[in-house]
Each structure stands twice: as C-alpha cells, then as structure tokens.
C-alpha cells in the first residue's frame, strides 16, 4: 500500500530513553566530524533537564533524528544544537519539523521572549546552512566558543523577531504530513496550542 | 482538610483559575508539586517542558504564553481527577481505611 507509510514521532526525549538517544548520536557522531560527540553523562542531562528532542520511527521504533534546546542563563540565549539525523530520512523533512517544533514550544514555554534563539555552527560545515536560512535564521558572524574540547570559532545564527509569523504561517498549514504527502509524522506536543502561540506572537512583532 | 477534600479544593480552584493573573498561575503550579506529591522534574514531564523551563516558572523567570496556560492547568487537574479517582477505587476497595466495612474472625 503506496498510501501507507509509517509514521514518525517527534517526542521530548525522557530520561528513561537518553541512554537509547546517546548510542544513536554516538553512531552518528562517529561518522560525522561536524556532529560534537557527547558523552552520555551529556546526553543524560539534557534528557533529565527535559532538554532534549528527538524523532523515531513510530513511538517506540528506531531513532532517525535528536537535537537540543538549552538555555544559557548568563548570555539570554536559547541554543538549539546538536542536530543529528540519520540519512535515510534526510531528504524528507523531517530536520525542519523537528527544528521547527523545538523553537515554537521553546516560544509557547518561554514567555515573554526576553532571550534570543540562536544556533552555532562550525565554520566549515554546510549542511545545516540552507536549513537555518530556510527557518529565517540570520548569520551575525564569527564567534569564539569555549568548549570542553578547547577554544573553537563558530558562526553564530540568530533567529529575529520578523521570523516568528514565517513560521506561524508553516505551523497554520502544517498538516502532520511531510515534505513526500505521504509520510506522517506525529506528536504528544499540543500543535494547537503552538500554532495559537505562534500566532499571537507574530501579531505582536507586528504592531511593534 | 483531609487529603481528598485538600485534592478537590484545589481542583475547584484550579477550575476557576485566573491564568492571565501571574503570580496566581505561579502560585497554582507551585502548589501543585505538593497537592499531587512529585518532584519538579515530574511535574515538568507532565506539563511535558523541560525541567529547566518549570523551574524558570516557579522562580519568576518566565513564564507559559498566556495562551498555553489552560492547557497547562488542565494537564495538572486532569493528574488531580485522576488521583481523586484512585483514591476513591482504592477507598471503596477497602484500602482507604474505613470507607468499607470488614469483617474479622468469625
């Protein structure tokens, strides 16, 4: 049956799942120099803090992508990082639900947005360019992070206010369907709700 | 207040909760760490944010949209229901201490 495709959940990772979430990162880690290898003391963490974000294929099936949302307390900012995702599933869109997803429950839970949405990218790697570009994120330039790796040069992205009714406008349409038409993708997270939030906010940017 | 009447005081106030009013949205999700017993992780796993985020509440730091707010007390008294609930099968069972009669020996 053409029409029937399994469907993908999106789903804030628990702590009971990091220890699952870390080998799939690792393995995907190992194969890409751009992915920073986490450590799964790492991985729990933002998976204790509720930090963590990942997709599989149906609830409990294989995991096809994870990312992060954390909050810098001393710079205001809300780093959405850590983008893995297996290359199967690359071209179907499955990146920008996420990233989307993760950003709009950051907005609806994180109110007023007295903070920036940034993302940090190192300088030689392109692949998650076209899609910050494509979500309204705006390059301020070449920024020094001190990891636990050393010091490192990063771009740093940020994502501007004008971008919140683009994507209010893509959650309004968004039917749980992916870029094939055919592919569902689902979620415990309250879409409703974010597309309510998106919305109000837009609004708001706009009378400013 | 017995701990039923304790449950459904809250989920009365809840009911009627003024969730444009901060510091009583604030105050209502501090409390319910303690009407329903659970940590704050526990608590940000069923409003389904993330821990740091509910502690970033509770301290005033932010807050939920205004427009996610019902949903937020409705997750929490959809918890209270379903406690009052067990604690009323498990008092009907015989398990709440004197809500069934029982008989010992002969």
Known sequence: ?208 | MNRNDELKDFERRGRILDTDNDEAFRSFIREARVVLEKTDGDIADILMVSRTTFNRWINGKSMPHPLMRPSVVSRILDRVGAKLSARSTYAYSGGGGGMVAKSYGS
Not at chain 1, 53 to 76: K, P, S, T
Not at chain 1, 82 to 89: N, Y
Not at chain 1, 108 to 136: F, H, Q, W
């Open chain 1, 1 to 208: 049956m053409d029409n029937e495709q399994a469907a993908f959940f999106l789903l804030q990772v628990p702590p009971k799942l990091a220890d699952a979430a870390h080998a799939f990162h690792s393995k995907l880690a190992s194969e890409n120099p751009n992915l920073k290898p986490r450590k799964l003391d790492e991985v729990r963490q933002f998976a204790d803090a509720g930090d963590l974000f990942g997709v599989r294929l149906g609830r409990d099936g294989e995991w096809v992508g994870v990312c992060y949302a954390v909050y810098h307390e001393q710079e205001l900012e809300y780093e959405i990082g850590g983008m893995a995702l297996c290359e199967p599933v690359q071209e179907k869109g499955v990146a920008a639900v996420l990233t989307r997803t993760v950003i709009a429950q950051v907005i609806a839970t994180e109110y007023p947005m007295s903070y920036t949405i940034v993302a940090y990218v190192n300088p030689d790697n392109g692949d998650p360019r076209p899609l910050l570009k494509k979500l309204g994120f705006e390059n301020i330039g070449s920024v020094t992070v001190t990891t636990d790796s050393g010091v490192m040069s990063k771009d740093k992205f940020t994502l501007p206010a004008s971008a919140v009714r683009p994507l209010s406008n893509w959650f309004n349409a968004f039917n749980g369907v992916l870029r094939d038409q055919k592919t569902r993708i689902e979620t415990d997270l309250d879409l409703d709700v974010l597309r309510e939030v998106l919305r109000a906010e837009a609004d708001k940017v706009e009378m400013l």
